[in-house]
């Protein structure tokens, strides 16, 4: 969580409904961002979040020529053994349907999930992308570490909710953090953060050796 005081929190978190008018009227221009190659693509909602919440993402993520899923769990209750198994279950039924590795990307607390699969399955898993992830606060809790494939943090100062500091780490092999302006409600909304996921997603897929981080 950031430090700033509920009151402040509520007030900056408005601002989601003027990312969500964003959205609409930038729906047009997605059409001018890079076309995918039709690999899938796994949404993991925030917390307390269902796959609802991530629709306009993932219908912008079709549009673009990725085959898009949810994560088909209902809203997301935390961190659990049943819930990361059930979420490796559903993984590897949509790389093994494709025959490919699959991307994730991850809002919130649905980040910390993308990098713990992504570390547990990294053949199964092409890139990951986590949006105002509080992945660092969480890492020694839930042995949370960067990922053996490649990996982007996007984050707002501005967010309301998560700290960017726990949602960044320095940029290195294999990985990188790319700042916007927004809030964290807003993030899966957000024209800035759908434009980053477009050119990260058609980046060609990396092939590892074991032992490899994956980089780019």
């Known amino acids: ?98 025959g490919r590795p699959v991307s994730v990307v991850g809002w919130s607390l649905g980040g910390i999930f993308a990098r713990m699969i ?27 570490g960067t990922p053996p494939v490649p990996t982007t943090s996007i984050y707002s100062k501005s967010d309301a909710v998560v700290d960017w500091r726990n949602a960044s780490e320095p940029d290195g092999p294999g990985r990188e953090s790319i700042e916007v302006r927004g809030t964290h409600s807003g993030l899966a909304l957000n024209p800035a953060v759908i434009s980053i996921i477009a050119y990260r997603l058609a980046l060609p897929a990396v092939s590892r050796r074991p032992g490899d981080r994956g980089d780019d």
Do not use: C
């Open 1 to 98: 969580m950031s430090d700033r005081t509920a009151f402040q929190r509520i007030r900056d978190e408005k601002g989601v409904v003027l990312e969500a008018v964003r959205h609409l009227l930038w729906l047009p221009r997605f059409d001018r961002l890079p076309k995918g190659d039709g690999h899938p693509v796994l949404v993991v909602p925030a917390f307390s979040v269902s796959d609802r919440g991530t629709t306009p993402l993932r219908r912008a993520l079709r549009r673009l020529d990725y085959d898009s899923h949810g994560w088909e769990q209902g809203p997301n209750r935390g961190v659990t053994p049943e819930a990361v198994a059930a979420l490796e279950a559903h993984l590897a039924a949509i790389a093994g349907a494709a």
């Open 118 to 144: 992504a570390r547990s399955n990294p053949d199964a898993v092409r890139r990951v992308i986590a949006l105002g992830s509080p992945y660092r606060a969480a890492e020694e809790r839930h042995g949370v």
